[in-house]
Every structure is written in structure tokens, then in C-alpha cells.
């Protein structure tokens, strides 16, 4: 019920043009960074591990 109450809201007033990108962009930034990570061309300092308990 949250969920359509939330699209008619968004039906009856859009985000703007500008926000639309903004968050494609910061999608885009994320599939980047994924892909980096997978192709092995992630940097090993910039990997977090583990820490023990």
C-alpha cells in the first residue's frame, strides 16, 4: 500500500530533470565500480576485509 501511494504521489508531481540524472549517475558510478571489481581491476588496498571477532 506504501508503494502505490508513493507512485501516485510521484505520478502527480515527477522528480525534476535534474534529479533524474543525478541519480542515474550515481547507478551508472555503482555499475562501475562493480564491473571494476569483477574484471580484477579493483585495487587491493581499496578492498575492505574481515576483521575478526
Known sequence: ???LLRMSRWARNPPSERRV???LAVILAC???VGAER???W???A???RMRR
Open 39 to 41: 574484471a580484477g581491476l
Open 21 to 23: 540524472l543525478m541519480v
Open 43 to 45: 585495487p587491493d588496498w
Open 47 to 49: 578492498t575492505a576485509e
Open 1 to 3: 500500500m506504501h508503494w
Open 31 to 33: 555499475l562501475a565500480v
